[in-house]
């Protein structure tokens, strides 16, 4: 990319520069982890967080969840750029894929664009974006199950947190950790009950 991904740009745009600069049928996820430069964890938690959004879409979502999980956990231990080991960056996404990415989440983003800004930045900046960290691993592990749905409400849950840390808005990243806490606490109270429900019909 010869002038790379330039701070003024909107991200939406980001991301269509990002499928046109793509070469072939598929990129490796480390390519587009080099493409992305300048607040490289904003916008990796972004481009791996937006397919997981798609109800009902298996496949993609299980194999970009580890890379996300991992990519959280960097947050909590404070590195300052994202790296992936060589067996989870050689994971593919069909260019294909990254322009239908662009397309279809250009008008989202573009919204969250227009009612973001900076405030309660203190919250994008380290230590306390640390406790964002933690709360990614937890929605990370809620994409990785296989299960109808699960994949949507967390997915959404780490867009708006990552537009937050792109934008160093502080209120994004709350509703974003709001969203993806009351799915996460969702899916412990229906487990909990389900599992109470099949004592009682086995008796025990």
Not at 26 to 50: D, I, K, M, T, Y
Not at 100 to 118: F, G, K, N, Q, T
Request: net charge positive; glycine share 8%.
């Amino acid at each position: 990319m010869a002038a790379g991904l330039h701070e003024s740009m909107a991200i939406s745009q980001r991301l269509h520069l990002l499928a046109a600069d793509a070469k072939g049928d598929a990129v490796e996820l480390n390519w587009v982890l080099s493409e992305l430069h300048e607040r490289a964890f904003g916008l990796f938690l972004l481009v791996l967080a937006l397919p997981c959004c798609i109800p009902f879409l298996y496949g993609i979502p299980q194999i970009v969840a580890l890379p996300l999980m991992l990519v959280s956990v960097q947050i909590v231990l404070g590195r300052k750029t994202p790296w992936l080991p060589k067996n989870l960056g050689g994971r593919t996404i069909s260019t294909e894929r990254l322009h239908d990415l662009a397309r279809r989440a250009e008008p989202w983003l573009v919204r969250i664009e227009a009612v973001s800004r900076p405030r309660l930045s203190v919250l994008t900046y380290s230590p306390a974006d640390r406790a964002v960290g933690l709360a990614l691993i937890l929605f990370s592990a809620s994409i990785m199950v296989p299960l109808p749905g699960t994949n949507s409400v967390p997915g959404f849950a780490v867009v708006l947190v990552s537009m937050g840390l792109l934008q160093r808005d502080g209120v994004l990243v709350i509703l974003g950790a709001i969203l993806g806490t009351a799915w996460i606490a969702t899916l412990v109270f229906a487990g909990v009950s389900l599992a109470s429900l099949i004592k009682g019909w086995i008796g025990l």
